[in-house]
């Protein structure tokens, strides 16, 4: 049986069937990472003695009835910003190069208590600042479509490795489009949910009031049996929402009659790369076919979304990485003279650069004299564009944007202008500021073969209308294969 053209579900359905065992399908996980992630680099740590005395475990438990989910069985991928009890947790970051936490996150117990197996640890841009998987402290990750391009960020590996078949799901979290813009530049679907439906319990913290773990997966029905595992009220959380609506699989009903879409004009405008902008209007054509109705109108608020993100994004990132001191836990510099020292050298030599770049912005944002006219006026920002969703939401059911403005750069382009790459972020970072849901399904390849992504975000807890939006555009579209030539996919 040929396990790679297999989603999750059908490959949980078959374990279930007992066409293939846990075993099987983990020893074939295995096979792909050492076949390919010497080159892709999609894993930071992988856990195959763990992985193969835990699948006995989930095949007995499905065996005698402990284990009914529709994913048990199923390989998963971690992305290195969740702590796992008794595996280390780096952040992909030197000042955590040691860090070993002694408890789970709570999407971690989730996980096991649903039977699925997890097989590592993914690579990721230090802390989540980034939006290339090349900031990390232990090398890049590469595209697995064309591994002389980037798999985007900073998610990359977990999307790097499904997208490579070296994983059937991932976790991944999304800060300002760090999931759905890999999954654009990997050609996998992605979901970021409303801010609160999972637990950050475990996540280690780059901006806690946008952060938000969520699916990376094949396609959209595994993304949303993965995030029905992962949802739910955890009282050690203090956002986590109470939501009864978490049933995600059913609004999946291929049909999109009646719903309206909203598309914003200045989503369009320059900047757009012009084969990004062919498959978009292509997605907006299918839509209409099937029955939808598509219209496009002003978001006046597009061009101060990056400042007030980044802003945010920036000062809530200052504050919480000043508990990594070479005190408590983490990286120590072996050589200092005194206390204060000690911070500056350990901090200095733990932290790369673009994570040194964005606590001095911001420090500098939060500091006296300044927090007025940057910080404060940025919330006041979010709040302007909040209520500008919340009009566009009165009239549409999903809007529709691209998931980023180009497909996936050449290695090295991007870290050489770093606004520049602030700037690819556009279409995702208000998605996180307002706490919405937002999924990246692919829609097609550019000329030189690499994936191009639709984003379609819904209203805070409409998950099910994207889901149901994109799985129809899904079904209409039809499966999408590797590309003919080049990367090693094909």
Same mark, same amino acid.
């Given at each position: 049986m040929d396990l790679s053209t297999l989603t999750a579900l059908e490959l949980a359905k078959k374990i279930k069937q007992r066409q293939i065992t846990v075993l099987d399908a983990v020893k074939y996980t295995f096979d792909m990472i050492e076949k390919k992630d010497a080159r892709i680099h999609a894993y930071l740590d992988t856990y195959k003695k763990d992985a193969f005395a835990r699948a006995k475990q989930v095949q007995k438990g499905i065996e005698d009835g402990t284990y009914t989910g529709p994913?048990?069985?199923?390989?998963?991928?971690?992305?290195?910003?969740?702590?796992?009890?008794?595996?280390?947790?780096?952040?992909?970051?030197?000042i955590l190069e040691n860090f070993v936490p002694q408890y789970n996150a709570e999407v971690i117990d989730r996980l096991e208590k649903a039977g699925l197996v997890i097989v590592g640890k993914t690579?990721?841009?230090?802390?989540?600042?980034?939006?290339?998987?090349?900031?990390?402290?232990?090398?890049?990750?590469?595209?697995?479509w064309?591994?002389?391009?980037?798999?985007?960020?900073?998610?990359?590996?977990?999307?790097?490795?499904?997208?490579?078949?070296?994983? +059937?799901?991932?976790?991944?979290?999304?800060t300002g489009g760090s999931i759905r813009q890999p999954s654009s530049f990997?050609?996998?679907?992605?979901?970021?949910?409303?801010?609160?439906t999972v637990s950050r319990y475990g996540l280690v913290a780059y901006a806690s009031s946008l952060d938000q773990i969520g699916p990376v997966g094949k396609d959209v029905a595994d993304c949303a049996a993965l995030l029905e595992i992962i949802a739910g009220h955890d009282p050690k959380d203090s956002t986590s929402m109470e939501r009864e609506d978490l049933d995600f699989g059913s609004s999946m009903t291929g049909k999109v009659m009646g719903m309206k879409f909203g598309v914003p004009k200045e989503y369009l405008s320059e900047g757009l790369d012009p084969e990004v902008k062919a498959a978009f209007m292509e997605v907006l054509k299918n839509l209409t076919q099937q029955g939808a109705i598509v219209e496009f109108f002003s978001m006046k608020t597009t061009e101060y979304m990056?400042?007030?993100?980044?802003?945010?994004?920036?000062?809530?990132?200052?504050?919480?990485?000043?508990?990594?001191?070479?005190?408590?836990?983490?990286? $120590?510099?072996?050589?200092? =003279?005194?206390?204060?020292?000690? +911070?500056?050298?350990? $901090?200095?030599?733990?932290?790369?650069?673009?994570?040194? $770049?964005?606590?001095m912005l911001g420090s500098f944002v939060l500091s006296s004299g300044y927090y007025d006219a940057y910080y404060l006026k940025a919330l006041k920002t979010k709040a302007l564009i909040k209520q500008e969703f919340d009009r566009a939401f009165a009239d549409y059911d999903v809007l529709l944007a691209p998931a980023a403005p180009y497909t996936a750069p050449k290695i090295g382009e991007s870290l050489k202008d770093p606004l520049a790459m602030y700037l690819g972020d556009i279409y995702t970072v208000a998605v996180n500021l307002c706490g919405l849901p937002g999924i990246t399904v692919p829609c097609g390849f550019d000329r030189a073969g690499l994936p191009i992504g639709i984003q379609?975000?819904?209203?805070?807890?409409?998950?099910?209308?994207?889901? $149901?939006?994109?799985?129809?555009?899904?079904?209409?579209?039809?499966?999408?294969?590797?590309? =003919?030539?080049?990367?090693?996919?094909?």
């Open positions: 994913l048990a069985g199923v390989p998963v991928a971690v992305k290195d910003n969740i702590c796992i009890k008794g595996k280390t947790t780096t952040c992909a970051s030197k690579n990721m841009d230090e802390f989540a600042m980034g939006s290339t998987t090349e900031t990390s402290a232990y090398g890049i990750t590469r595209n697995p064309n591994p002389g391009h980037v798999p985007g960020g900073s998610s990359g590996g977990s999307c790097a490795a499904v997208a490579a078949g070296e994983a +059937y799901l991932a976790l991944g979290s999304d990997c050609g996998v679907t992605g979901i970021k949910p409303t801010y609160g990056i400042p007030a993100y980044y802003i945010i994004a920036s000062a809530e990132a200052s504050s919480n990485l000043e508990r990594f001191d070479g005190v408590k836990y983490g990286y $120590r510099a072996p050589e200092y =003279e005194g206390l204060h020292d000690m +911070y500056k050298r350990t $901090r200095t030599e733990g932290f790369g650069e673009e994570v040194k $770049r964005r606590i379609m975000i819904g209203d805070c807890f409409m998950e099910k209308k994207i889901l $149901r939006a994109a799985h129809a555009y899904e079904s209409a579209r039809g499966s999408i294969k590797a590309p =003919e030539k080049g990367g090693i996919l094909a």
